[in-house]
């Protein structure tokens, strides 16, 4: 692991946040989204343990059952920018989440990247990838698992209107996106008024391979 980042455990069972320590902004980054990911970290798996708390930006959610160790720094450096060109990306289209694009009725939640690493997390595990996740407590008992069909023109989440064409911070997470394949999208009903946003898709470099994507929340009343 880069010696930068730290990991913090949230939630009863443990889940992994990978947080980015260096106290600049970084990856070309002229905004910081730490608060609004935090939201969306804190929504999703509860507040961090209080001997795991380190300062910071965080910008991927990794299950508890992995070493984190092994995450190559190739890997978190993609990770770090998936997080970073998301919330870029949706702030230039004034909505909060890339994910639930525009029909979130709020925009205070960020998207954080994940790493699931090697499995079988294709079309029809979407179950598996919410429970590895630690996610299947903040999902409603029987709510339905949904696909969320991607513009055949931008290749982003058809929440997303792109009314006046792309610009530099889309284009950029369209080039971190191609570096994804068998992409999806899917949501799933959560408590009250929230529904949880997941893209995935499987990743591959020269070091690494293994399932990555974006999380997100929306709220709908």
């Excluded at 300062?55 to 299950?63: D, E, N, S, T, Y």
């Amino acid at each position: 692991m880069a010696a930068e980042v730290t990991v913090a455990r949230h939630g009863p069972q443990g889940v992994q946040i990978f947080v980015d320590g260096r106290p600049s902004l970084t990856e070309n980054q002229s905004v910081d989204f730490s608060a609004a990911i935090c939201t969306t970290i804190a929504t999703l798996f509860g507040t961090a343990r209080e001997d795991s708390a380190p300062a910071g930006k965080p910008f991927a959610a990794v299950p508890p059952g992995l070493d984190a160790n092994d995450l190559a720094q190739s890997v978190q450096h993609y990770l770090r920018q998936l997080s970073v060109g998301a919330n870029a990306a949706a702030a230039s289209l004034f909505c909060g989440s890339i994910l639930a694009g525009h029909t979130s009725e709020a925009d205070e939640f960020g998207d954080i990247a994940f790493w699931l690493g090697d499995g079988d997390y294709g079309a029809g595990h979407e179950a598996a990838i919410l429970d590895l996740l630690g996610l299947n407590n903040v999902i409603s008992e029987g709510g339905e698992i949904q696909d969320v069909k991607l513009s055949p023109d931008t290749g982003l989440p058809s929440t997303v209107s792109l009314s006046s064409g792309e610009n530099a911070e889309v284009q950029r997470l369209q080039e971190l996106l191609s570096c994804l394949k068998e992409i999806r999208v899917f949501c799933a009903q959560g408590a009250g008024d929230v529904e949880v946003y997941v893209l995935i898709g499987h990743y591959e470099d020269a070091e690494r391979s293994g399932w990555a994507g974006l999380l997100g929340v929306s709220i709908e009343t």
